[in-house]
């Protein structure tokens, strides 16, 4: 019987197993199950305990990971859709010929409208004896060097009543807006977040009301009003704009249902309540402020043709471009009709302005123009 270390690799220390390929202190000096293999203070020290236990403390961690996972979820979420959204907006607005154009008339107005009693050569109000002395049933005075617009029919500056009838115009066009603005948000929301029959509802409701002309309805609100005035104006111009916001709104929260900071706030077991107010209802707004911009050129034109029938403030010392257009420009538009082509020539710039803002908006906003 040959000797056993005779035998080839017999005796012969193998591969892997001298000093230099296991270094002290490595799982080569010591066996498996050793102290050595796993320090106090690792998972396996404390691998002890019941599988009950076990399992709470996998559970825990994976909990634990899951939630900083979803926690990072949801900021890089809020971060994409909030911060860089807006800012790739601003800067595509920016480069904009028409948002450039549309921003330089929408502020030109409000400017006007808000410093008219310092920009206005004239009280809107005051009878000129120059102006009034050449009156006549087929004559109006034109412009002249201290009324560079010429004379209404009553032989009041029609430069001052131009200037501060864009304060009235203003006033209207926003209070109008955020009425709207204001009632159809709460009817999105609300059919947005509760859904069921509630949502049945108020959408069929609206489709009803979007089925109508604006201005037709708006005619038939004013109309149902025991006196025609100011306030009868923009409230029938507010609810008329109810349906545009509360179906925008509530086709946005719908989308954002389904989103991933949405759904990680669901998984983390934030409320309901809170999920709507703090995230789907803040990220759903940015669309509906666009409309704002819109429909304020739709309430300009709709509260101008109100007063152009007749329907509107019935106060003829009011400076209100549709007034003008309908009392003094539809009288008199055979013997003087600049009292026409002033108002009508403010409403349409004004109103384009705003249209061509919005249209900038709606289309910075826009995620298939993010580059």
Same mark, same amino acid.
């Not at 890089?76 to 800067?91: F, N």
């Not at 739709?298 to 029938?309: E, G, Q, R």
């Given at each position: 019987m040959s000797d056993p270390t005779t035998r080839p690799g017999v005796g012969k220390p193998r591969t892997g197993d001298s000093p230099v390929d296991h270094p002290a202190g490595t799982p080569a000096d010591h066996p498996a199950g050793t102290p050595a293999d796993h320090p106090a203070g690792t998972p396996a020290d404390r691998s002890g305990g019941s599988p009950a236990e076990l399992r709470e403390r996998s559970i825990g961690r994976l909990g634990d990971r899951k939630r900083a996972r979803l926690d990072e979820l949801a900021r890089?979420?809020? $971060? @994409?859709?909030?911060?860089? %959204?807006? +800012?790739?907006? #601003? +800067? +595509?607005? *920016? +480069?904009?010929?028409?948002? !450039?154009?549309?921003?330089? !008339?929408?502020? %030109?107005?409000?400017?006007?409208?808000?410093?008219?009693?310092? !920009?206005?050569?004239? $009280?809107?109000? @005051? *009878?000129? $004896?120059?102006?009034? *002395?050449d009156l006549t049933v087929d004559s109006i005075p034109g412009a002249t060097a201290g009324h560079p617009f010429g004379s209404d029919p009553l032989g009041r500056d029609f430069l001052s009543r131009m200037i501060h009838g864009s304060r009235q115009t203003l006033f209207v066009g926003v209070l109008a807006t955020l009425i709207g603005l204001t009632l159809g948000v709460l009817l999105g929301a609300v059919a947005g977040a509760f859904g069921g029959w509630v949502d049945v509802v108020l959408m069929r409701l609206t489709d009803v009301m979007l089925a109508l002309p604006s201005l037709l309805l708006a005619i038939t609100l004013v109309a149902m009003a025991s006196r025609s005035s100011q306030w009868t104006v923009i409230f029938a111009v507010a609810i008329v704009s109810v349906p545009i916001f509360a179906r925008l709104l509530r086709g946005s929260m719908l989308a954002q249902r389904e989103s991933d900071h949405v759904l990680a706030a669901r998984a983390l077991g934030v409320k309901e309540r809170n999920i709507v107010l703090r995230h789907m209802l803040p990220n759903s707004l940015t669309a509906v402020i666009v409309q704002a911009t819109l429909t304020f050129a739709?309430? !300009?034109?709709?509260?101008?043709?109100?007063?152009? #029938?007749g329907l509107g403030d019935p106060d003829i010392n009011r400076a209100e471009w549709g007034l003008m257009l309908g009392v003094d420009g539809q009288r008199y538009f055979e013997v003087r009709p600049e009292l026409a082509y002033y108002p009508a020539l403010a409403i349409i710039v004004v109103a384009l302005g705003f249209t061509l803002l919005g249209e900038a908006m709606r289309e910075a906003i826009d995620p298939k123009n993010r580059r």
């Open positions: 890089a979420t809020a $971060d @994409q859709g909030g911060v860089s %959204l807006y +800012r790739d907006a #601003l +800067r +595509r607005l *920016r +480069r904009n010929p028409v948002a !450039i154009v549309g921003f330089v !008339i929408v502020g %030109l107005f409000v400017l006007v409208a808000l410093f008219a009693p310092l !920009i206005a050569p004239h $009280d809107p109000v @005051q *009878r000129f $004896d120059e102006l009034t *002395r739709v309430a !300009i034109l709709d509260a101008a043709a109100l007063s152009f #029938l």
